[in-house]
């Protein structure tokens, strides 16, 4: 390997580590060696830390220690060492410069100088986000991402990388200046949506910042993985083999940036230059180039997903605008809306029925009705989308599985924000997007291309009417109605009881190689987006895939809700380490976690009850734990008796901890929570002969601690307290 890039990693890393040593000794002397530190509302402390070393940061005199691992690592001044043309030393000092930058930006959320946070610039990821896209990077819709450090020779060229990592599903991280821009910055001043729902995430203006990039990545390792805390080598191989992340370096490379790109290769992430840099080659931590140098910005990204291995399925869409997973998030505000269209503004509808093949013409394509360019800039209008489908081996089970997919494949155009189903959506086109060129037949164009490409096993041809006409839109507004009516009555009658055959599913075994899914008609998936249904589509649309039936076999328990067939496929599928389930119970032997759950259930003894918390709240619960800290506990694949992960569905199913006595068991819920559970559970406490219930269960705002919790039960009259005792 190259002395040069050798030589000036290592000096980085001295500078680093220095400037980390002299801003600790500030900031106790300024603050107290006692004082707190925490990236806000996350897990696992400062995680690469923790994750490459043990170590629990809680206080600044607790960075004295890291620091000290740091210069332990950190190999003699490049003037004063021996040069060897291999690669450990550059690594030492790699890893030395990831600790200390994460006790440098952990101090600046202490010393707020510059503000960790802004309008731009957003910081660590909390639990929250770091969980919601954790699932993206589990189901392949994140086949990885880019950590971008500096800036593009122009605005034009950053902005058109940006669409082209969009476009192929990668998220963008952002931290560093070259000169005096920075990537992050270029984009913003030619108004590109900055943020995670756009997949672009600029950490920090300092090249410091991509320690959020490698966090996110050691978290993941912890959070999914299952891998402990401390064992740095179970760390590194996870995200080498797992996390496909490269870094783009666009500009001069200097000294502290080669010694942040040592710390990343690492974690087996190679990067990618525009500069002439010297080369690293393999020397086997990675199987690919550590550094390439000298590329064109023409060319970067496509030679870094060669590099880093990517697999990218691209589906081309033939409309006008950009397309992909990464504009799903996209906001199309009112004063950049061209078009409107339900939302309470007008009627609007979608749905996907199936008919005889006789009567579909594949990619047929009609617009019964005004179009875009009939209207006026801000006009509102109805619409109905009616998406005609066949197929040898499609059923009308499958109908609001594939009509579901309808609010992701429109959000994926960028300029198209798309919101509910059925009859209650809500679209806007915007002002730009229909100076491209967007019409209302490219909705049509977008279906036809994704129904045909993600569910090509069970449907053979796709045409699509879109009606505006107002009394088209009514008549068949009134059509659709009758078939959601028949659906609803058709999914409530099945029941666990009811069918022969479970489903797995095992996304997220790429992250948690122990875990497994099983979902009935009466449990979703601990992430919340599989039900029965759509597993079971997804197992017709892929044999082979993560959806595999499971026969239920011999009845063994029907409290607990365990089955011989779900046992021994669980045994089997989890490395046999996982010897039984119980479908029904938080005590024995539940359902293994991924890290993906939607809310988490945990005992309560006190109250002879549970809470349930979900994880957009980031408060304290009654556990004495929030929601990141019991997310640490239970993922990764483990059975954890009195605790669980769960979809949030899964509250209103008749099922709930029915092995424990159901919903009455459920004692504290944020409150947000119990507001959006309200509507769901209206059936479930009518049959329960307490429509109010939920009054009797404590939120944040009725009681913080248990022994608080247990005070308003007593008043409230809870049924918990009278129920049999749960040990």
């Not at 995670?196 to 978290?219: M, N």
């Not at 180039?289 to 033939?318: F, M, W, Y």
């Not at 996907?352 to 093949?357: E, G, H, K, Q």
């Not at 129904?451 to 068949?476: G, H, M, N, R, S």
Request: aromatic fraction near 8%; proline fraction near 5%; charged fraction near 25%.
């Amino acid at each position: 390997m190259s002395k040069i890039i050798a030589s000036a990693a290592i000096r980085g890393a001295h500078s680093i580590v220095g400037k980390a040593e002299a801003a600790l000794a500030r900031a106790k002397e300024a603050y107290g060696a006692e004082t707190a530190v925490e990236f806000p509302n996350t897990a696992y402390y400062l995680p690469v830390i923790y994750g490459l070393t043990g170590e629990k940061v809680e206080r600044l005199s607790d960075m004295d220690r890291v620091l000290a691992i740091a210069q332990d690592l950190l190999p003699e001044s490049p003037s004063e060492r021996l040069w060897l043309p291999y690669l450990g030393d550059t690594l030492d000092a790699g890893i030395a410069t990831l600790l200390a930058e994460e006790c440098i930006e952990a101090m600046r959320y202490v010393t707020n100088d510059p503000p960790p946070v802004n309008e731009l610039w957003l910081g660590a990821a909390d639990d929250v986000i770091m969980r919601a896209r954790g699932v993206e990077f589990v189901d392949g819709t994140a086949p990885g991402f880019a950590a971008v450090v500096g800036a593009a020779p122009d605005n034009a060229t950053a902005v058109r990388l940006a669409r082209e990592m969009q476009e192929k599903m990668l998220y963008v991280f952002m931290a560093g200046r070259d000169g005096a821009t920075s990537f992050a910055e270029q984009l913003d001043a030619e108004g590109v949506q900055l943020g995670w729902d756009s997949r672009l995430v600029p950490f920090d203006t300092e090249v410091y910042g991509h320690i959020y990039s490698l966090g996110f990545a050691t978290r993941a390792a912890m959070a999914f993985g299952g891998v402990q805390p401390g064992d740095f080598e179970r760390i590194l191989r996870y995200n080498k083999n797992r996390i496909f992340a490269f870094v783009l370096a666009m500009g001069e490379v200097t000294d502290e940036w080669y010694a942040t790109a040592a710390g990343a290769i690492s974690y087996g992430f190679p990067t990618i230059a525009t500069s002439d840099i010297p080369q690293i080659l393999p020397t086997g931590v990675c199987t690919y180039e550590h550094v390439v140098s000298n590329i064109s910005c023409d060319e970067l990204v496509q030679k870094a997903i060669e590099v880093r291995g990517l697999k990218i399925k691209v589906t081309e869409v033939p409309i006008p605008v950009a397309y992909g997973p990464a504009f799903e998030g996209e906001r199309v505000r009112k004063e950049d809306t061209y078009v409107e269209m339900g939302g309470q503004r007008s009627t609007a509808f979608e749905w996907l029925r199936t008919v005889d093949a006789s009567e579909v013409t594949d990619g047929r394509i009609e617009v019964v009705g005004p179009d875009i360019d009939d209207v006026e800039a801000g006009s509102v209008m109805p619409i109905g989308i009616v998406v005609d489908v066949t197929g040898r081996k499609m059923q009308a089970d499958f109908e609001p599985v594939l009509e579901r997919q309808i609010h992701h494949f429109l959000n994926y155009a960028e300029g198209v924000l798309h919101m509910g189903q059925r009859d209650l959506i809500w679209l806007r086109i915007s002002s730009s997007a229909k100076r491209a060129g967007f019409e209302l037949a490219h909705i049509g164009e977008i279906l036809h291309a994704k129904i045909l490409d993600d569910f090509d096993a069970i449907v053979d041809k796709v045409q699509i009417t879109i009606y505006t006409d107002p009394a088209k839109v009514d008549e068949w507004r009134e059509k659709a109605e009758e078939s959601y009516a028949v659906r609803d009555e058709r999914i409530a009658g099945l029941t666990d009881d009811t069918v022969d055959v479970f489903y797995s599913c095992s996304l997220c075994q790429s992250f948690a190689p122990n875990h497994l899914c099983v979902v009935t008609p009466e449990r979703l998936g601990l992430c919340g987006a599989y039900n029965w249904l759509d597993a079971k589509a997804s197992n017709e649309l892929n044999p082979a895939g993560p959806n595999q039936p499971i026969s239920k076999g011999e009845l063994l328990d029907p409290t607990l809700g365990q089955w011989s067939g779900v046992n021994e496929f669980i045994y089997a599928k989890s490395n046999q380490s996982v010897e039984r389930m119980s479908c029904y119970s938080l005590l024995t032997d539940p359902m293994t976690s991924c890290g993906c759950f939607m809310c988490i259930i945990a005992l309560l003894p006190m109250c002879n009850g549970v809470m349930v918390v979900n994880r957009e709240f980031a408060g304290m619960t009654p556990s004495g734990m929030k929601f990141s800290t019991l997310a640490g506990m239970i993922g990764g694949g483990v059975q954890a008796p009195g605790f669980m992960g769960i979809g949030r569905g899964y509250i209103a199913s008749r099922k709930f901890l029915s092995a424990e006595g159901g919903l009455s068991r459920v004692v504290w819920m944020p409150k947000q929570l119990k507001e959006i559970m309200a509507s769901s559970l209206a059936p479930r406490l009518e049959e329960m002969g307490d429509p109010d219930f939920l009054d009797k269960v404590a939120d944040e705002t009725i009681a913080e601690t248990e022994e608080a919790v247990v005070e308003y039960l007593t008043t409230a009259q809870h049924p918990a307290l009278t129920m049999d005792p749960l040990f």
